[in-house]
């Protein structure tokens, strides 16, 4: 298939985990691809491995003026977007006894004001019909431990795309949001946790899985590309779930 020939996507934090799986996907269907990450090796290699369709541009979610910079240098490449799939953020984890305004103030800063601002910036660059995916996460939905505030961060996405919709709807666009269960990441890596703690932290979110295992980033990919095609074009500010059951039975 190739929907998305002679399009262009960008993909934020594309370099790593289920955004360089998306990246990787768009391309392989026909499109030019602009990813961005934080760190600039594990970009420059995202970018030598998706191939010459890929502009990688180095930027961080979480302040006004990082996204009118990633808009800026899309604007000034002579870039407009078909599909976009704000995809970058933090995940981080504390009990209601552990948290403090750091971690909000990260957390919040990353997941929910950087996506705000940066679609702020993107839209005028947005093309007639253009689809926007944010990342969400089944937090928003379960009542798991320690994630309170990460949730709530999640939650706000799935407001946004329909607020935002419906806002953007005159201009052709729409936002929606997928949200993954348990995902094989290097995320589970980024935990601060010891080899012994992550295994059984994962075994123990496995457990919880009624399909008996973890994601892949290929299948979240696979949701991204659908709600970013026209194939999907009568699906407009709500959320697809795709976490094994996990959040359903």
Same mark, same amino acid.
């Given at each position: 298939?190739?929907?998305?020939s002679?399009? @262009?996507?960008l993909?934020?934090?594309?370099?790593?985990? $289920?955004?360089?799986? =998306?990246?990787?996907? #768009?391309?392989?269907?026909?499109?030019?691809?602009?990813? /961005?990450g934080?760190?600039?090796?594990?970009?420059?290699?995202?970018? @030598?491995?998706?191939?010459?369709?890929?502009?990688?541009?180095?930027?961080e /979610?979480?302040?006004?003026?990082?996204?009118?910079e990633?808009?800026?240098?899309? %604007?000034?490449?002579?870039?407009?977007?078909d599909?976009?799939?704000?995809?970058?953020?933090?995940?981080?984890?504390?009990?209601?006894?552990?948290?403090? %305004?750091?971690?909000?103030?990260? &957390?919040?800063?990353?997941?929910? !004001?950087?996506? #705000?601002?940066?679609?702020?910036?993107?839209a005028?660059?947005?093309?007639?019909?253009?689809? &926007?995916?944010?990342?969400?996460?089944?937090?928003?939905?379960i009542g798991?431990?320690?994630?309170?505030?990460?949730? =709530?961060? !999640?939650?706000?996405?799935i407001?946004f795309? !329909?607020?935002?919709?419906?806002e953007?709807?005159?201009r052709?666009?729409?936002v929606?949001?997928?949200?993954?269960?348990?995902?094989? /990441?290097?995320?589970?890596?980024?935990?601060?946790?010891?080899?012994?703690?992550?295994a059984?932290?994962a075994?123990? &979110?496995?457990?919880q899985?009624?399909a008996?295992? #973890?994601?892949?980033? !290929?299948? $979240?990919?696979? /949701?991204?590309?659908?709600?970013?095609?026209?194939?999907?074009?009568?699906?407009?500010?709500? %959320? $697809? &779930?795709?976490?094994?059951?996990?959040?359903?039975?």
């Open positions: 298939m190739n929907r998305f002679g399009k @262009t996507v993909v934020t934090g594309g370099s790593s985990g $289920i955004g360089f799986a =998306a990246a990787q996907a #768009f391309v392989a269907e026909g499109a030019r691809v602009v990813i /961005t934080r760190d600039p090796q594990a970009l420059e290699r995202a970018r @030598t491995e998706l191939g010459s369709m890929v502009l990688a541009v180095r930027n /979610t979480g302040t006004v003026a990082a996204a009118r990633l808009a800026g240098a899309i %604007e000034s490449a002579g870039i407009r977007l599909a976009v799939f704000l995809n970058a953020g933090v995940a981080k984890f504390a009990s209601l006894a552990e948290a403090d %305004e750091p971690l909000w103030d990260l &957390i919040f800063d990353s997941n929910v !004001k950087g996506v #705000f601002f940066q679609l702020q910036a993107l005028p660059l947005l093309n007639q019909g253009a689809s &926007i995916v944010l990342n969400g996460s089944i937090n928003a939905h798991m431990p320690g994630t309170a505030i990460y949730a =709530a961060s !999640k939650a706000a996405l407001s795309a !329909k607020t935002l919709s419906a953007l709807l005159p052709g666009a729409r929606n949001v997928v949200s993954p269960g348990p995902v094989a /990441t290097p995320l589970y890596g980024k935990l601060g946790l010891d080899p012994d703690q992550v059984a932290t075994e123990s &979110i496995r457990a899985v009624p008996g295992r #973890f994601g892949e980033s !290929k299948e $979240i990919a696979a /949701t991204v590309l659908h709600l970013a095609s026209t194939e999907s074009s009568f699906i407009v500010g709500t %959320e $697809i &779930i795709v976490d094994g059951g996990m959040s359903q039975l």
